[in-house]
């Protein structure tokens, strides 16, 4: 697996850094969880064909033990959005990130995708809820998002449907099945149908899921 970087608004690490190809690429951007970095879902790189354009984006703010965070979590209260300015923040260099790489290795517009575990899931579901348009499908990861303060911080904006995958465990200590069933129930209200799935695992990404959200974006990125 090659391990490049391009020159983007986010530290990033990519499998392409230039252009050796004639037809336009479908993508998949990953947004790790918090206090992590670009390099925890890069390896996911290794299970997608060769066709695919995989990069990983990292957060700019630090958190414990040298890592990253799209967001400063509130513990006493995980339930909350967290920082919302801070998430809309990193909303827009995420979006800056994927423009720009689009423009750099010709990418296809139409075939743009996010992969977000954790905190990276709830900001991953907000590019989606804030523009639907922008991407073929969305992996959300062992994460959650509190639905009713998520539409208040998006406004008047109208809320779309979008493909969204969800994948939680059953024995997450982290992040607890409630609150991804209520993320789930949520969304469905707001006008979302996601692809909902549960596995026997804790706050990880277990071989099954990593089978289904690899064949799910195959699936809708081959229509």
Request: glycine content about 6%.
């Amino acid at each position: 697996m090659k391990t490049l970087s391009l020159d983007l608004p986010l530290k990033n690490l990519s499998n392409q850094n230039k252009i050796t190809y004639k037809e336009k690429r479908r993508s998949v951007f990953f947004l790790h969880g918090y206090g992590s970095n670009k390099e925890d879902l890069y390896p996911i790189c290794n299970y997608f064909s060769k066709d695919w354009v995989c990069i990983s984006l990292e957060a700019t703010i630090p958190v414990n033990n040298n890592g990253w965070a799209w967001a400063e979590l509130n513990y006493d209260n995980i339930e909350k959005l967290p920082k919302p300015d801070q998430m809309k923040t990193h909303l827009a260099k995420v979006t800056e990130s994927i423009d720009k790489s689009v423009e750099l290795l010709n990418l296809d517009p139409k075939k743009i995708n996010l992969l977000g575990f954790s905190l990276g899931a709830a900001l991953s579901i907000l590019c989606g809820l804030s523009n639907p348009k922008k991407y073929r499908a969305i992996v959300a990861l062992c994460g959650f998002i509190p639905v009713e303060e998520t539409k208040y911080h998006l406004g008047e904006k109208v809320i779309s449907d979008f493909n969204l995958f969800i994948g939680n465990g059953r024995m997450d200590p982290i992040i607890p099945l409630d609150l991804a069933r209520s993320t789930r129930d949520g969304l469905i209200n707001m006008g979302v149908h996601p692809d909902y799935k549960e596995y026997n695992s804790e706050h990880t990404i277990n071989q099954e899921c990593l089978n289904d959200f690899i064949n799910w974006l195959e699936k809708y990125n081959t229509l």
